[in-house]
């Protein structure tokens, strides 16, 4: 009897099911594998034994889009590490004892960087252990797409196509009146601006898209900014901006953590303002003209109603290649997408050391940013544009999408 | 020759597009009309005489089903009132001299309570002045649904499936970890909670949605909702709530105006907080739990990536209506839709005169919200499940919805 094991960490996504998806459909067609089973709540869960039955859950015809078409983690999160090994190793002993008594010979882990540690130290486990019988593999998730290793992570398609397609209907919200008006968008990212360039995609068919894109590699001038919106004014009546919400000054500090600090309400409690929060406040203060702010927040993470096809079909493969590689006896490896070609777009689907990825974060490149700071180069364009094609079919049910449920 | 003249007005919508392509559908059917204008920027853009040549810019196949895709006033807007004809009449006159001079013998205007009440004052100033060759008809629009003498108002629809699938998508996002936490969503609306109450359409294919609603008809009690969030993290581990922006407490003062006029930043401004974040600090500081707001912002009125195929259906019904009973010779109507049916959903196409709808509010009846005054009744799960069906066929390019441009 061997028996799969499959689970999700960290932030959820719109493609991170899809992934379970393919592991679920690359196990059914082998004959290595007995049971197919879900850990609820990651790690978390592994440890407190609670399992749920996929082939059970996932039975009728359609289930199987059904959970492709779910947002977030349809077998729950946790944000959870794994002990230092040297320091206490009860916990990778528990977890190999739980593994042993539910015959589970395969484990996939799908997450970020914190999932990756902690498939990197258990397959280290195992293997400065002597545990064979026991594979473990890491699928990459995060709409960050601030893992190494991989060309992109799954999740971020679709969270580039719900802001590129949000930044084209704001575009179009705030253009309607003619009266001087800043819109400032921030979008999720502390430390790498990846979804924040996506904004740029709502200029592909013809729109004017933001007028200003700050990512957060770049040092954030407030004074540079000022100007740049002033400049954008003498222009246009409406000036969109997209900001990362980690953009931080030359010092390395976080420009929300400017006001926050030193803010507070009528009980005395510090308001914890994000970045747009505070340059708008710079806007209405410095240049006087109408402005809003806008949080992009949760929504973008979960949108899995406007996912992008080539998001939902890779984060599949992918959790087919992670359950492939650890059928054929590999363990302690991340499936990986390696881009071949822009255009026409090509990739193929690989697995590499989760060594390498683990407690990294790959940046945007100089090279994909233009020189004032202020936009993105068409470098990151053609990045881009490929990884949010096609629409996937959602099912509807009474004019909302259907999920499936599994625990 | 006699032309005909369109024109948009008050907040963008996702439909209001599809009521100028239901106006430009019945003109471009009728021997009455020769030319289609559309006027950029409302009743000011008349003032002005920004006019644009409809029968060019949609000319193509399929640019009337852009059109209807095409988010936020595609004519621009503006939000500007006439002056009282007893105190100035100077712009009635001018109006009608610009008319003159283009030949304009019907004109459309699209939009809520402020663009009814230009309708009202023009149609009444033609009817006193005998000017009986120019016919004045309004279209109802408003993603708040606010507007009397129409069942429901066109982009209501609209922004309710946004807002009931975000909802549903939020209710799993919120829902993968295993801590308590509590997310706390403001939804627009600052005097009739209709758009709040689509919060409840998540719950259609057997999802949980949102633990509590509160819309903002009835007196809104911090302590009554700190016990509610309370009593519901006994039972679950996520909280979602649902908030209307305009929530007030028993003496009429908006919740939002309880914190703004005294917390201030480190430079001497105040804050002006939404509700939800000064429902979110309430919770932070007498419960201490993990909690979170998030504002639906401006994308629940412009994301016609997820329409209502109903509303944009009966948008551009109510367009052609009141292109229709212009044409007929009728003036200072609005075009409404009458529900005779909700299972199966049947409405029929009228008109009302204008003077009935404008500066009038249509609030949420009593017997739409619950006793506990935390969530909505099955009565208004009726009314709102038939507005919320189908899905527009959105045509994309490049991965992200393409619109046409007017001006």
Request: aromatic residues 8%.
């Amino acid at each position: 009897m061997k028996n799969l094991l499959v689970a999700q960490s960290g932030g959820p996504t719109a493609a991170i099911n899809a992934t379970v998806a393919g592991v679920i459909t690359a196990a059914l067609t082998s004959r290595k594998v007995d049971g197919i089973w879900g850990a609820v709540n990651g790690i978390k869960g592994v440890l407190e034994e609670r399992f749920v039955d996929l082939k059970e859950k996932i039975s009728g015809t359609g289930d199987l889009d059904l959970l492709c078409q779910t947002p977030a983690a349809a077998l729950g999160s946790c944000r959870f590490k794994l002990n230092n090994i040297e320091e206490d190793s009860s916990q990778y002993e528990e977890i190999i004892r739980i593994f042993r008594k539910h015959e589970i010979a395969y484990f996939i882990y799908a997450g970020g960087n914190d999932s990756m540690d902690t498939v990197d130290k258990l397959s280290a486990y195992c293997k400065d252990h002597d545990i064979n019988d026991i594979k473990v593999m890491g699928a990459p998730k995060t709409i960050d797409n601030d893992l190494v290793g991989t060309d992109h992570c799954p999740g971020f398609g679709s969270a580039a196509k719900y802001i590129g397609t949000t930044f084209a209907e704001l575009e179009r919200d705030c253009h309607v009146y003619d009266t001087k008006a800043v819109t400032i968008v921030e979008v999720m990212g502390r430390n790498a601006g990846w979804l924040t360039a996506a904004s740029a995609l709502s200029r592909n068919n013809g729109g004017h898209g933001p007028n200003l894109i700050y990512l957060c590699e770049p040092a954030f001038s407030v004074e540079s900014f000022l100007a740049d919106v002033k400049h954008e004014l003498e222009q246009y009546d409406s000036v969109l901006v997209a900001i990362s919400e980690g953009i931080k000054d030359k010092d390395g500090i976080y420009i929300s953590e400017q006001v926050q600090s030193k803010a507070v309400d009528n009980f005395g409690h510090s308001y914890i303002a994000g970045s747009a929060r505070v340059l708008e406040d710079a806007v209405r203060r410095e240049i006087g003209c109408k402005v809003r702010s806008i949080e992009l927040n949760l929504m973008q993470r979960c949108a899995s109603h406007v996912a992008s096809a080539v998001d939902i079909h890779e984060s599949k493969m992918l959790g087919m290649t992670a359950c492939q590689y650890a059928l054929e006896g590999n363990s302690g490896l991340m499936a990986a997408v390696e881009r071949t070609c822009n255009e026409p777009y090509q990739v193929h689907f690989t697995a590499i050391p989760v060594s390498e990825v683990s407690n990294k974060e790959k940046k945007v490149p100089e090279s994909f940013i233009n020189q004032a700071g202020n936009d993105v180069t068409e470098e990151m364009m053609e990045y881009l544009r490929p990884l949010v094609q096609g629409e996937t079919p959602v099912i509807y049910e009474n004019g909302i999408p259907k999920y499936i449920y599994l625990y």
